[in-house]
């Protein structure tokens, strides 16, 4: 196995450059194969770095051209080249500038870091260490600078060029056909934000006053043509730009803020300052073309995106340690915006639904890592739900823990003390102390401890003294690098029920004012004075905590919150616990008993008839069960995915008939003829009605078919045609095919569309899928090069279809393979990112088990191999302390 130790850089081994940048100019000539690029850099020894040292500068595949001191060209000897390193071993003592020529190659960036071409524009990725494939620079985030920008490029090949900042001075070049602009960013910035973008793009804008009454251009690049489907994303960047006001103080600083969508993108987005550069997936949106999710998604990405212009770029990141600090608090912030926008409850149980299904996920395998890791081989494989996701659950407890007033003073205290700065997640947390006096010591181990804390809460009545006790205990498995575990900070939110549904309010000197006990030992209980009758008990409202809990309460009781507690959070967990226990019984061969699914099949239906029109998009929810990648992780070892496909199967066939009354109910009644809107409400009226055609298809294939059939034909809106044909998928035969060959005939040049299109077909779950997969991967709109292509075909595989993927046969993880060590040749990121579908490995049954590994150790020996993929596949196969 491949482990070189010296590649890896450890959080301990952190010191200040020895090096500041105080000011960058930077030159662009565009140029498809052979972009000249010109980077003056006014430098000088930083103070609290080493003194008397060579000035080395982080490259990537550039092409040197010259090097100048002070405008001086330097000699052979004066310097050394390497692609991956400038070093100058005599630097000055004093302020110098240097000036660096570099040559790159846009088109033959596959990789899609640095500067690169999608769908012949030009743009560039930088974050994390991406600027250096642009220049030798100091790339790393603490060295922060003032960029001054000019990009020229021929003018009808780049008629729009974008920078970051505010545009100074643009141009002909006089006797040519070139143009330039030159934009100039005030705000000092480390280079991970750079950002230019040079193309022909279609632009909707409008202007946006702030809360001191500045007025800002606000707009959206898109491909010419689609400007029609970019005012969803202008509309949620105005309504973010409004909450960051009201909710947190914060105005916006420059003078134009522009979104830029392109193809051909590793992530999501990237936050650059004043200048933000989109996957087209999470701009584009219209009725005929985007889902209700994709809607949410746009809206929840472009928040995300631009509430990083302060927790990210005015308060950046120390080093790649921090990333937490700005991602897991942007994803609180987007979090809240979401939650203020839409209905607060359904987003908070879909929050916890991915919270699960990815980062518990990851906590439980091989590539489990704390939320400030403490060390890494390749950073691009940090960019994880761990960070991103358990990072946003920290800053939440702490909002609980604190309060809602103190914790907006200590986010105030903490932009104020760092604006301007690269900050620790020490410098975050001591905001909060200082504002409220507390010591926050213990709870920073949510920072550095990896693992999900698993919690046990046990309920004793004591009839004669009208006590109720609670008794808690918390423990963590261990992890990789981790074998023993400290007990963390968990607040519980918590409430107690009558038998009769009535909420009681006893008497507990632990819990707070907001309905809060800290439980911060390994044991602990509390207890309730004055309790009247055996109470059901709440724990854990809102999902209080990122904990895995187990409550020994019996199903009935669950059933009573489901009915009636007043934490809607609570209701539907109470249902998924039930339903889960079930599934876990009929997948791992004790069959649920006829009591327990009529209990359940009862008190579905009992939901369905008399609650589920309050809330439609809460009842879509509650309806649906845990998907069957849920049921493995509760498994947790010697895993058969095709029992539980049929386990889930077979349940939602008994809920389907129980309740097929009035879910024939909902899927007729909330048909709406008019006009399409991306509201909650309206999302949440058809995600029930899909719900319920699910469910009604389960019980009766038959009819289920003619209805989805015709919701297909009559469908008003992408989101119902779209769940119809999902449907249609579970049926084979004729009437399926029809309707995927029709979708493919209507959507032929539409390739986001499309992508729903492979998507739906990788998911099958039948034996003949493979072959499909490997067809579709020829099929005019797939391309190894596109990300969004890859990963809805490929990925969508691997993830999403949990039989086929893992087969029996092992065919399925040795195309996988296949695949990864392809798009490793291309793009790394990508590449590695797939990689990760084998994470869960270790949990299957012992066959599969030894495909999989066979698989990964394929992987594992080829020569050549990325670091990103290298670094995935050696954890994957470590031998891991949970064994
Ligand atoms: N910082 C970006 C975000 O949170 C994500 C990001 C990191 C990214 N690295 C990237 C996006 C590389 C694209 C490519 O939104
Ligand atoms: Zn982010």
Known sequence: MRTDAAQIVRLEDYRPSDFLIERVELDFKLHPAATKVTATLSMRPNPAGRSDVPLALDGDEVNLKSVALDGRILEAGEFEARPELLTISQPPQGPFRLTIETEINPTANTRLMGLYRSSGNYCTQCEAEGFRRITYFLDRPDVLAVYTTRIEAELDEAPVLLGNGNPVESGSVAGTSRHYAVWHDPFPKPSYLFAIVGGRLGRVAKPFTTMSGRTVAIAVYVEPGKEDRAGYALDALER????????????????VFNIVAVSDFNMGAMENKGLNI??????????????????????????????HNWSGNRVTCRDWFQLCLKEGLTVFRDQEFSSDERSRAVHRIAEVKTLRARQFLEDAGPLAHPVRPSQYREINNFYTATVYEKGAEIVRMLKTLIGDEDFRRGMDLYYDRCDGTAATVEDFLKAFADVTGRDLSHFARWYGQSGTPCVSVHGQYDEAAKTYRLDFKQHTLPTPGQPTKDPMVVPVALGLVAQDGQPMDAECERVDSRGVFVFDKAEDSIAFTGVASRPVPSVFRGFS????VSLDLSNEELLILLRHDTDAFNRWQAAQTVAMRMLVSLSTGTQASDEDMGALSSAFRGFAQSDALRDPAFAALVLTLPSESDIAQEIGKDVDPT??????????????RACFEPLTDFHRSLARAESYSPDAASAGRRALRNAALDLL???????????????????????DRLASLNVLMTIPGTVRENAIASFEERYRNEPLVLDKWFTLQAAIPEDTTLDRVKRLMEHPAFSMNNPNRVRSLIGSFAMLNQVQF???DGAGYAFLASIVLRADELNPQLASRLLTAFSTWRMMEPMRRGHARRALQSIAQKSNLSRDVGDIVNRSLEESPLL
């Open 643 to 656: 029992a539980i496909h049929h386990a889930r199967r077979t349940m939602r066939q008994h809920i389907g």
């Open 806 to 808: 893992n087969r029996e």
């Open 697 to 719: 298809t389960a019980a009766d294939p038959q009819a289920g078919e003619k209805l989805a059939s015709e919701q297909f034909e009559k469908a008003g809106n992408m989101t």
């Open 545 to 548: 905590a990122p904990v895995k």
């Open 240 to 255: 973010s730009m409004i909450w960051d006001e009201k909710v947190f103080g914060r105005e916006y600083d420059l003078d």
């Open 278 to 307: 989109f996957n087209d997936k999470y701009v584009l949106a219209s009725p005929e073309t985007a889902t209700d999710t994709d809607y949410a998604n746009i809206e929840a990405i472009i928040a995300h995106e631009y509430f």
